[in-house]
């Protein structure tokens, strides 16, 4: 995500926002949600459009995400995804490099009614060995896909707009 804002087009801008402290979700309190989902819901329904970048653990995405994904969504009549353009990035320890992931984000960015950015593919494999010890990527091939994800990112977001 630091390289993301490092390599923004003209005139954009990116706030990153962390997900620690989103609670497991709970449906017995999703009409009166913890502070730091409203907050959450609050930031996507700011944001013209969401960048996801996740890891990929037992063949899908973190459990903080999808948590994080159903709170922001729910109640049924209240999805603060909906209709935001999306795009993701991903890296893994493997050299699958988190597509798994990005396969399973996809199906749920369906039923969120998400328009996202199919290409590039960003697929960071192996990443420990292409991040110095400050956690700057290194690799120039990663830091191109990057950077077009988030120029076709820009566009999805205007044509998403213009036709509204």
Do not use: C
């Not at 949600?33 to 990929?56: H, N, Q, S, Y």
Request: net charge neutral.
């Amino acid at each position: 995500m630091r390289t993301a804002a490092e390599l923004l087009p003209p005139n954009t801008t990116m706030e990153i926002f962390e997900l620690d402290g989103i609670p497991p979700f709970n449906q017995d309190e999703e009409n009166s949600p913890p502070p730091r989902v409203v907050e959450l819901k609050r930031k996507i329904r700011e944001a013209d459009g969401i960048l996801f970048a996740t890891p990929e653990y037992n063949y899908s995405i973190p459990g903080v995400l999808k948590n994080a994904i159903d709170w922001a969504s729910r109640p049924y009549a209240d999805n603060a995804w909906y209709g935001k353009p999306a795009a993701i990035m991903s890296a893994s320890i493997g050299m699958i490099g988190g597509a798994r992931a990005q396969y399973h984000l996809r199906q749920v960015f369906v039923f969120l009614n998400m328009p996202s950015v199919m290409q590039p593919e960003v697929i960071v494999t192996f990443a420990p060995q292409k991040f110095d010890s400050e956690l700057r990527l290194l690799d120039n091939d990663a830091k191109k896909f990057i950077s077009q994800l988030l120029q076709n990112l820009v566009k999805l977001i205007e044509t998403t707009k213009s036709s509204k």
